[in-house]
């Protein structure tokens, strides 16, 4: 074999294939934005049947604090992504007490700390409106708005599960490699899908009139 042909050879490019975990995640995904889709569709249905129920059931709601407890949850993303860029550096446990110290666990156990006060305050939110009359048999505004914040809780809830498996998953390994970083992203991927159906049933429900 000439130099030519061996530097030829050594020069070729390679194909960087997309990992299967995450590409299926992706498509799964997918499916549930049109989950999300047709409950969107469901409530502005109901919506614009009754929309006298819709003028009385947005009085009860408390704005304020859904907004705070909106920005719980928007936080929560933003901690889950710098545990995925732990992740991506390959360090699962902190190093150090600073921030900038924090492995992927640290910041993972953060996001689920934030999301479990979330869930708690929709489960407050939703004995208050009971108390107000607002129930899930009682009229269509009632049932479209259970509905769909309650499938987004159930969501919520599956994503702090999801976490908790990660974070045991960190722990159980002796070496923290590609196969756990890989877990740590596509787990994100999946709570920044709940985060942004959250702001967008937020805009409708509590801010759209």
């Given at each position: 074999m000439t130099a030519a042909t061996m530097n030829s050879a050594s020069i070729t490019p390679t194909v960087s294939r997309p990992n299967p975990v995450a590409v299926g995640t992706i498509v799964w995904l997918g499916s549930e934005v049109m989950f999300f889709a047709g409950l969107f569709a469901i409530y502005f249905t109901l919506r614009t049947a009754a929309p006298e129920q819709w003028a009385a059931g947005s009085e009860v709601l408390n704005f304020p604090y859904s907004l705070t407890n909106t920005i719980i949850l928007v936080l929560s993303s933003v901690t889950a992504q710098f545990g995925v860029f732990?992740?991506?550096?390959?360090?699962?446990r902190s190093t150090g007490w600073k921030l900038s110290q924090w492995g992927m666990v640290e910041w993972f156990f953060l996001t689920y700390v934030l999301g479990a006060i979330f869930v708690t305050g929709q489960v407050y939110e939703y004995a208050v409106l009971v108390s107000e009359g607002i129930t899930l048999n009682g009229n269509a505004y009632g049932t479209s708005f259970y509905l769909?914040?309650?499938?987004?809780?159930?969501?919520?809830?599956g994503g702090l599960i999801a976490f908790l498996l990660?974070?045991?998953r960190a722990f159980a390994v002796k070496n923290f490699g590609h196969k756990e970083a890989t877990s740590a992203i596509v787990v994100s991927y999946y709570w920044h899908f709940v985060d942004v159906v959250w702001i967008g049933l937020f805009l409708v429900i509590y801010v759209l009139k």
């Open positions: 732990a992740a991506e550096r390959m360090q699962p769909t914040t309650g499938f987004h809780g159930l969501h919520v809830t990660v974070i045991g």
